[in-house]
C-alpha cells in the first residue's frame, strides 16, 4: 500500500473534482495501490484483513481471493454489508496534503461460475503472481457489489460518489440476455414460462437466500436474493422473495416497485392470446408460479394502498390467466366487488366458484343477494355459510372483535375462530357499511341457536 513516489498526481479538492474525474481519480489510485483493508463486522464486533484487490473497470465491483474455510468469509456469509479501504499515503509528512484516502462500501458475495472467468481475468492481470493461489481447490473469488465511494484528501475534503446501477432496469429491453425467459405453447390453450438459465445452481443459492431469511438473517437474505437478480434478472422468485424481505423490514415502496417491475417484466412475454383471456398459464406448471405470485403479491399491494379498482382489475386478469385459481384470488375479487358496488358481479363470481372453505366465498355470497335485496334468497345462502362456516356467523354477529390468543395467519384451521377472525378483519368493514346486514346476521342466529353452539 506505502510507495515511496510522490503523490502529487493525487491532489484535488472538492470544489473542482466532478463525476467524470471522480472515476478518474479512483482508477488511477486502483491500478497503482494493490492492496487495502476490509472491514467486516460480527455480532457488532468489527475486525479488518489486509487484502489483494483488483476493480472491475466500471468501478462497480472490487475483487479479491481467499481460502473458503477461513475466518473472514465466514463472516461475509454472516454479514455481507463491508467496507474496503484503499489509500495513498506513504508515511511522509507530505501524505496530510496529498495522500488520498477511498471507502468503498457495499455487498460482499462469493461469485458463482458464470462470472468467475471474467473476474479472475481482471484480479490476475493486476496480480501475475498470486495466480497459483487463485487457482488452488480451497480458493474462493470475492467480490463487492459497490454501493458508495467516499474519498478524502487532505484529510478533510470529502467527497461522495455512486457508481452506476450494474444492470438497466427490469423489464427495459438490455435488462436480459436474449432467449432468458420466454413463454411458450404446450397445450391447445396453455402456455408456459422458460428460464433456461436457471439451473439447480441458481435454485440453490435462492434455497439458501430463503434460509436466512427464515433464521432471521435479514442482510445475508437480501445479500443473497441481489446476487441472484444481478446474475439473473430473469429470476422472478428472487425478486418476489427480495420484495417480501423489503416488505417486512419496512421498506414498502422499495417493495412496492419490485413487485411492479418484476410483474411488467412477465406481462411483456405474454402472448396476445393470454392477455386477451383466451388461453391460460396455469398453476399445474410450475415454471408459470413465480409470475402468478408476483402479480398477486402486487394486486395486494395495490389493495392495500386503497387503490381498489386496479386491484380488481388484476384479480380478474389472475382468474383469466388460470381459471383453477389455485391462489384464491376469487376470495379477494368477492371482496373487491362488494368494495366497488359491483354485487352482481360478487354473486356471480361466488356462484362460479361454489366454495365451502373460504369465507369471502360463502359469505360474500349472502352479503352480496342481501344487498340485491334478494332477501329469501340470501337466507338460504346464510343457511348454506352457517352450515359449513358457523364460526363466522358468530364472529359477524358480535359487537367486539377479540384477536385469538393462538392466531397464526400464515397455519389458519378452516372453520376455526382464527379463520373467523381474520374474515372479519380483511371484510367486516363491507357487512359494517351494509345497512342492517350485521342485524340480518343476528336476527338468523337468534332464530337458530344450534348455530350458537360450540
Given at each position: 500500500m506505502a510507495s515511496s513516489e510522490p503523490n502529487t498526481e493525487y491532489r484535488h479538492t472538492e470544489s473542482n473534482l466532478g463525476r467524470a474525474s471522480s472515476a478518474a481519480l479512483l482508477r488511477r489510485i486502483f491500478a497503482r495501490e494493490r492492496f487495502a483493508v476490509l472491514a467486516t463486522a460480527t455480532?457488532?464486533?468489527p475486525e479488518t484483513f489486509l487484502m489483494a484487490f483488483a476493480a472491475t473497470d466500471d468501478l462497480q465491483q472490487l475483487v479479491m481471493v481467499s481460502r473458503r474455510n477461513t475466518h473472514k468469509v465466514d463472516q461475509l456469509i454472516a454479514n455481507p454489508r463491508v467496507a474496503l479501504m484503499v489509500n495513498t499515503c506513504t508515511n511522509e509528512p507530505s501524505d496530510t496534503e496529498e495522500a488520498v484516502a477511498v471507502t468503498a462500501t457495499g455487498y460482499a458475495f462469493e461469485v458463482q461460475a458464470a462470472q468467475r472467468e471474467d473476474l479472475v481475468e481482471i484480479y490476475v492481470a493486476k496480480h501475475p503472481y498470486l495466480a497459483d493461489f487463485v487457482s488452488a481447490a480451497?480458493?474462493?473469488?470475492?467480490?463487492?457489489?459497490?454501493?458508495?465511494?467516499?474519498?478524502?484528501m487532505q484529510f478533510q475534503n470529502v467527497l461522495d460518489w455512486q457508481p452506476k446501477a450494474p444492470l438497466p432496469p427490469i423489464g427495459s429491453e438490455e435488462a436480459l440476455p436474449e432467449g432468458a425467459l420466454s413463454v411458450v405453447k404446450v397445450g391447445e390453450f396453455e402456455w408456459e414460462f422458460q428460464t433456461p438459465r436457471?439451473?439447480?445452481?441458481?435454485?440453490?443459492r435462492l434455497d439458501s437466500a430463503i434460509e436466512h431469511y427464515w433464521a432471521g438473517e435479514d442482510v445475508a437474505a437480501e445479500a443473497g436474493y441481489r446476487a441472484l437478480i444481478r446474475d439473473y434478472p430473469e429470476f422472478i422468485d428472487a425478486h418476489?422473495?427480495?420484495a417480501l424481505l423489503l416488505s417486512y423490514t419496512g421498506r414498502a415502496d422499495e417493495a412496492f416497485e419490485i413487485w411492479d417491475t418484476a410483474s411488467q417484466l412477465g406481462l411483456q412475454h405474454l402472448p396476445q392470446s393470454v392477455l386477451k383471456g383466451d388461453d391460460q398459464i396455469p398453476w399445474v406448471f410450475i415454471d408459470n408460479r413465480p409470475f402468478l405470485r408476483v402479480y398477486h403479491a402486487l394486486g395486494l399491494e395495490h389493495r392495500m394502498r386503497g387503490a381498489d379498482t386496479a386491484a380488481l382489475e388484476m384479480w380478474e386478469t389472475l382468474l383469466s390467466m388460470n381459471s383453477d385459481d389455485n391462489q384464491g384470488i376469487r376470495a379477494l375479487a368477492i371482496d373487491s366487488y362488494l368494495n366497488v358496488g359491483r354485487d352482481e358481479d360478487a354473486l356471480s363470481l361466488a356462484t362460479?366458484?361454489?366454495?365451502?372453505?373460504?369465507?369471502?366465498?360463502?359469505?360474500?355470497?349472502?352479503?352480496a343477494l342481501y344487498r340485491l335485496d334478494r332477501q329469501p334468497e340470501a337466507e338460504e345462502a346464510l343457511a348454506f355459510a352457517a352450515k359449513h362456516l358457523p364460526r363466522v356467523a358468530q364472529e359477524l354477529a358480535k359487537k367486539r372483535h377479540r384477536k385469538p390468543r393462538d392466531l397464526r395467519e400464515d397455519s389458519v384451521i378452516i372453520g376455526s375462530p382464527e379463520q373467523a377472525y381474520l374474515y372479519w378483519q380483511d371484510s367486516g368493514a363491507l357487512w359494517k357499511e351494509s345497512p342492517g346486514?350485521?342485524?340480518f346476521i343476528r336476527s338468523y342466529?337468534?332464530?337458530?341457536?344450534?348455530?350458537?353452539?360450540p
Open positions: 455480532n457488532d464486533q480451497d480458493a474462493t473469488i470475492l467480490c463487492i457489489d459497490v454501493a458508495h465511494y467516499r474519498i478524502v436457471l439451473q439447480a445452481d441458481a435454485y440453490s418476489h422473495h427480495l362460479r366458484y361454489p366454495d365451502v372453505t373460504l369465507p369471502q366465498t360463502l359469505y360474500g355470497r349472502v352479503l346486514a350485521l342485524d342466529l337468534e332464530g337458530h341457536p344450534e348455530v350458537l353452539k
